[in-house]
Nanobody
Framework: QVNIEESGGGSVEVGGSLVLSCVGS????????MGWFRQSPGQAREAVAA????????LYDASVKGRFTISQDNAENAITLRMNDVKPEDTAMYFC?????????????????????WGHGIQVTVSS
């Protein structure tokens, strides 16, 4: 059984930084596509960033490119999202997701429907 656990998050002031971590376990394969999505109240869930743990160029949504960095940790199936220069519009529930397939980590395929496994979500609030 696959389990996804997020940690980090919380409140941060505009222009500040925050780190989100995600650890997955129970995968069939050692390498998986893992990513972050976010959802604000009344809004659709949107893709933020993704990385293939077997090695790939990370994907970013245009709204976070240059401010957020996704990276693979030393531990297997563990990723980190470093959020810099945060803005009020970054306020949302952030979800870590994983797919056993590589495709969701490719341009054009990074959508929530392509991820089979999800964490429960963690709140990020940016205050001015």
């Amino acid at each position: 059984q696959v389990n996804i656990e997020e940690s980090g998050g919380g409140s941060v002031e505009v222009g500040g930084s925050l780190v989100l971590s995600c650890v997955g376990s129970g995968f069939r394969d050692k390498e998986n596509c893992m990513g972050w999505f976010r959802q604000s109240p009344g809004q659709a869930r949107e893709a933020v960033a993704a990385i293939y743990t077997g090695g790939s160029v990370p994907l970013y949504d245009a709204s976070v490119k240059g401010r957020f960095t996704i990276s693979q940790d030393n531990a297997e199936n563990a990723i980190t999202l470093r959020m810099n220069d945060v803005k009020p519009e970054d306020t949302a529930m952030y979800f870590c997701a994983a797919s056993q397939y590589r495709a969701p980590c490719r341009e054009g395929y990074f959508t929530q429907k392509n991820f089979e496994h999800w964490g429960h979500g963690i709140q990020v609030t940016v205050s001015s």
